[in-house]
């Protein structure tokens, strides 16, 4: 799945930090999952048991339908054509009463064909992103499905809060967090993947709930904008500045490379500050 924030250009750097063993490994702001997805593809995954959470409940809807029912998930895609009609026609239907299917179905199909393949939402929480220009989107990718269907299978997927999954957390256990990024600019917030906001206190709520984390000795990382904000939220912990290329300005000339800070519970939080990985 293409996310906003996607992680897969960040997967180098994230693996090399995450822990080879581990009993559950949490992933509490799950989006595209690029981590989970790497790690549980392997032939032996380094976790017992996994936990994803997500606010976004057409995505939490999407990924427990690929993994218990996969093949309507299929049948249900076949169904889709790249035309402009058809997408607005999708795109403008609620949701509510449809099954995971249909909303997981409904979901690949926006994903795949909307403009730069973005997950936005306007106020009341509905999707707003137009059609977009593309010689042949693959709509249907019958084996990507199956493949991500079998890495889902020791997750649970919950729909809620990043807390619904922290919670039963203990020594052993592994959570990576990767949150809506604190602005690099006031002008340039990009925190609209659901319909509320990621402000300020939802910034500090996740840095107490890190504080938790290491005082019950789960190993969490988490990853960041680059910034004087983002350095002074996670001052006492150790951190990590890698260069990212991003990929969410839609215009190519424009996605420069820029820089993330990489958190984590364990290390020397002083020493390491500020340290290029
Ligand atoms: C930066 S994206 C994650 C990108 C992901 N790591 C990837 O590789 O695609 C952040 C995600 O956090 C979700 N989110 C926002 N607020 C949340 C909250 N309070 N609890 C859980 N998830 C939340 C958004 O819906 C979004 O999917």
């Given at each position: 799945?293409?996310?906003?924030g996607g992680k897969?250009?960040?997967?180098?750097?994230?693996?090399?930090?995450?822990?080879?063993?581990?009993?559950?490994?949490?992933?509490?702001?799950?989006?595209?999952?690029?981590?989970?997805?790497?790690?549980?593809?392997?032939?032996?995954?380094?976790?017992?048991?996994?936990?994803?959470?997500?606010?976004?409940?057409?995505?939490?809807?999407?990924?427990?339908?690929?993994?218990?029912?996969?093949?309507?998930?299929?049948?249900?895609?076949?169904?889709y054509k790249y035309?402009?009609?058809?997408?607005?026609?999708?795109?403008?239907?609620?949701?509510?009463?449809?099954?995971?299917?249909?909303?997981?179905?409904?979901?690949?199909?926006?994903?795949?064909?909307?403009?730069?393949?973005?997950?936005?939402?306007?106020?009341?929480?509905?999707?707003?992103?137009?059609?977009?220009?593309?010689?042949?989107?693959?709509?249907?990718?019958?084996?990507?499905?199956?493949?991500?269907?079998?890495?889902?299978?020791?997750?649970?997927?919950?729909?809620?809060?990043?807390?619904?999954?922290?919670?039963?957390?203990?020594?052993?256990?592994?959570?990576?967090?990767?949150?809506?990024?604190?602005?690099?600019?006031?002008?340039?917030?990009?925190?609209?993947?659901?319909?509320?906001?990621?402000?300020?206190?939802?910034?500090?709520?996740?840095?107490?709930?890190?504080?938790?984390?290491?005082?019950?000795?789960?190993?969490?990382?988490?990853?960041?904008?680059?910034?004087?904000?983002?350095?002074?939220?996670?001052?006492?912990?150790?951190?990590?500045?890698?260069?990212?290329?991003?990929?969410?300005?839609?215009?190519?000339?424009?996605?420069?490379?820029?820089?993330?800070?990489?958190?984590?519970?364990?290390?020397?939080?002083?020493?390491?500050?500020?340290?290029?990985?």
């Amino acid at each position: 799945m293409k996310w906003a924030g996607g992680k897969s250009r960040l997967l180098a750097e994230l693996r090399k930090h995450a822990p080879a063993k581990m009993g559950t490994y949490a992933e509490p702001f799950c989006g595209g999952a690029a981590l989970y997805f790497a790690l549980a593809s392997r032939e032996k995954r380094p976790f017992e048991r996994a936990l994803l959470a997500d606010k976004n409940g057409e995505l939490v809807a999407c990924y427990n339908a690929v993994k218990t029912r996969v093949d309507d998930v299929i049948e249900a895609l076949r169904k889709y054509k790249y035309d402009r009609d058809m997408f607005y026609d999708i795109r403008d239907r609620d949701t509510r009463g449809m099954s995971d299917v249909e909303r997981g179905a409904r979901l690949i199909y926006l994903n795949k064909t909307c403009f730069n393949g973005l997950w936005r939402v306007n106020a009341s929480g509905k999707f707003n992103v137009p059609f977009g220009r593309y010689k042949s989107p693959r709509i249907l990718d019958e084996d990507a499905l199956r493949a991500a269907s079998a890495a889902l299978e020791p997750a649970e997927i919950v729909h809620g809060d990043f807390t619904e999954v922290t919670k039963g957390l203990g020594r052993g256990d592994f959570a990576y967090f990767d949150p809506p990024y604190v602005p690099v600019s006031k002008t340039a917030s990009f925190t609209s993947y659901a319909s509320d906001r990621f402000d300020g206190a939802e910034q500090e709520r996740l840095v107490a709930e890190l504080h938790r984390l290491r005082a019950r000795g789960v190993k969490a990382m988490l990853s960041n904008a680059y910034n004087e904000e983002t350095q002074d939220l996670y001052r006492e912990f150790a951190t990590y500045v890698v260069d990212a290329p991003r990929s969410i300005n839609s215009d190519p000339r424009k996605r420069q490379s820029i820089s993330e800070l990489i958190v984590t519970t364990w290390g020397k939080p002083v020493a390491e500050r500020g340290k290029r990985a």
